[in-house]
């Protein structure tokens, strides 16, 4: 799969996934946790982030 098409999908996806989640019968909620700027503690607050959610999902664009 060439990386334009990766890059539709992933978007494709996540426009799905944002969609669902704003249903007001949807068993589940999306929340955006990003770290956006580098600092020397942003593996504790990952770690921190992820530990309080059920599911993550990675984008690694």
């Known amino acids: 799969m060439r990386a334009e098409?990766?890059?539709?999908?992933?978007?494709c996806l996540k426009d799905l996934l944002i969609g669902q989640?704003?249903?007001?019968?949807s068993p589940f909620g999306i929340h955006d946790w990003s770290i956006k700027e580098a600092s020397y503690d942003w593996k504790d607050r990952a770690r921190t982030r992820i530990r309080r959610s059920?599911?993550?999902v990675v984008d690694l664009r």
């Open 5 to 11: 098409h990766r890059t539709e999908l992933t978007e």
């Open 21 to 25: 989640a704003k249903k007001p019968d």
């Open 54 to 56: 059920d599911a993550v």
